[in-house]
């Protein structure tokens, strides 16, 4: 990730061990979270969606929009979390563009492959149906 270099250094973090998780769908929103060290899982009702590792970020949908968590995510690894919290969050969109873009392109990311799961999914309930 281009911005991993903003977070790498942060003496502030959450430890996690492996198994522990970060949050899980439903609760409040109020940070995201970039992962500096370690393996991390996303799962969305039990259902795996997507394994992340160091500079990847979890939590951003909640920070932009202010709606509960979407997803779980646990630790599959011991894992360092750095919180960015809302005030944060939009400095560093002001102030670092390359920060909003990264978070624009992995939301992307991560709905297209939200979509290949749905249409893959119907294309096999047509196929056995």
């Known amino acids: 990730m281009i911005f991993f270099d ?13 198994g522990e998780v970060l949050f899980h769908k439903g609760d409040v929103g109020d940070s995201m979270y970039v992962l500096i060290e370690g393996k991390a899982e996303i799962s969305i009702d039990g ?22 968590r979407y997803a779980t995510v646990t630790a599959e690894s011991k894992c360092k979390f750095v919180v960015v919290n809302k005030n944060r969050f939009h400095f560093l969109v002001e102030e670092t563009p390359g920060f909003a873009i990264e978070v624009m392109k992995v939301m992307s990311s991560r709905l297209k492959r939200a979509d290949q799961r ?7 309930l047509v196929a056995n149906g």
């Open 118 to 124: 749905v249409i893959d999914s119907l294309k096999s």
């Open 47 to 68: 259902v795996f969606f997507e394994k992340i590792e160091s500079g990847s970020f979890v939590g951003e949908m909640a920070i932009i929009d202010g709606s509960p």
């Open 6 to 18: 903003l977070f790498r250094h942060d003496p502030e973090f959450i430890a996690l061990n492996s």
